[in-house]
């Protein structure tokens, strides 16, 4: 049987060299507001992001961009710019894809034969939900195939 983390372990190899995207978590104070300040870097697979020695669930995506007065036509629009601005203002280059809300994600739980988030054992063979109304697929086959998006 092929274990969740020899899975992982085989993709880290086969990323080396691939390009990473910036994660970030949110920060506020009463000087600087609120920011988005950098907390490493992950290869980004689809609902996954695998970073040098975990993996944790993908949240809110987004890139780092200079506020921009402007009327938007929706609500939802200006609070997705003013996300964009924090991460900004803290520190990410104008750009840059920066992912928040991420969740970290236990493979030895998996292996045991419990869920972790979007990661589930089923019948032995480590498996992935691609989307939360989705069906589980093998997760070999789903990294293999994000990796070759990406160039790996």
């Known amino acids: 049987m092929t274990t969740t983390a020899a899975l992982l372990d085989d993709a880290r190899g086969r990323l080396?060299?691939?390009?990473?995207?910036?994660?970030?978590?949110?920060?506020?104070?009463?000087?600087?507001?609120?920011?988005?300040?950098?907390?490493?870097t992950a290869w980004h697979?689809?609902?996954?992001?695998?970073?040098?020695?975990?993996?944790?669930?993908?949240?809110?995506?987004?890139?780092?961009?200079?506020?921009?007065?402007?009327?938007?036509?929706?609500?939802?629009a200006r609070q997705r710019a003013e996300r964009r601005a924090q991460a900004r203002r803290g520190?990410?280059?104008?750009?840059?894809?920066?992912?928040?809300?991420?969740?970290?994600?236990?493979?030895?739980v998996v292996d045991a034969g419990k869920e972790s988030g979007p990661l589930a054992l089923i019948e032995g063979v480590p498996h992935v939900r691609w989307s939360p109304g989705g069906a589980h697929v093998p997760l070999a086959?789903?990294?293999?195939?994000?990796?070759?998006?990406?160039g790996g």
Not at 141 to 150: F, G, K, P, S, V
């Open 141 to 150: 086959d789903y990294l293999d195939e994000r990796i070759a998006l990406l």
């Open 91 to 108: 520190g990410f280059a104008e750009g840059e894809v920066v992912h928040v809300g991420w969740t970290p994600l236990d493979a030895a």
């Open 45 to 76: 697979l689809g609902v996954l992001l695998l970073t040098d020695d975990g993996v944790l669930a993908t949240g809110e995506v987004l890139r780092a961009a200079e506020p921009v007065r402007r009327g938007y036509p929706a609500e939802s």
């Open 16 to 40: 080396a060299g691939a390009p990473r995207e910036g994660l970030g978590v949110e920060r506020s104070s009463r000087w600087r507001g609120t920011r988005i300040v950098r907390a490493g």
